[in-house]
């Protein structure tokens, strides 16, 4: 079943995510593995709406996270990785039904990586130093806020008040 | 600015809650407090989200939680609990403009204790056997799952397994 548009912006603007990592990896030329990621996860007694996110998007994979050896509840994640998927389908989709909360700044700069993904500088130097600069800049409406250390994510305990704060 | 309401239809499956806390009250007849509050908590940073959240309900106030205590991040918090406001606003938002994800359930069983209230049923003993009986099953749809202790919200460590496993 498709969802109305506007009802996955608001669901995406709360649950979503956008993300670009940059991990080390010897085969690559540049020895840098730049990838964007699109993805929300959720508890799996959540995953009817999960598929028909996936329906709705026209792309994704959805995987199980057992979290087993965390203690934790198990998850469902619905992940989009491919670039071309992410530029014709994931980035049209919230061009059109806007995002309104601060993860529209986030999708912004999702935007601005996408772009250097698609004129292939992810291989090269030039392209992934701009591509740490966007992450830096992404990193700042994350959960842990681009902010001191001792302010992090929603709910999670700091290190004790006096330990990391700044002098 | 008003929002979409489908857009808020899908925020509120993924940010809201719908909750009934029945308190211990000295001075109140039965000697309990029962309360309804629909609310949405969001960090501190997302306050101009929730500014037209609260214009679009046309109801509802915000704190501000500074959390510093915990050492967590300052969170903003849109709260309704006037019976009157739910019945004539936030109840009939989400009738119109429909819940998709598990959370439509704890709502259908939060419209329920509503009537209850409306009927002033909550201020004898049989109204309140039947709020508890709903909160039971609105549990079951809440972080913690109704489920065994050691199966807990997302993200929250459980006791180690065995420790609180079922015999």
Redesign the interface.
Known sequence: MK?????????????GSFSLTIAKHKEKKSGLDPRLTFAIE??D??L??LL?LQETFECGRIYHLSYER????P?VILKVSSIDELCTKIIPFFRKHVL???KRKSFELFCRAAEIFVSKKHLVKEGIDQLYLIQSQMNKYSKK?GIPS????????????GENSPK
């Open positions: 969802l109305p548009p506007d009802y996955v912006a608001g669901f995406v603007d709360g649950e959720l508890r007694d959540d009817e709406i028909a965390y203690g934790w509840f998850h309104r909360a601060k806020g001792f302010r992090q994510g929603a709910g999670k305990p700091r290190a004790r008040r």
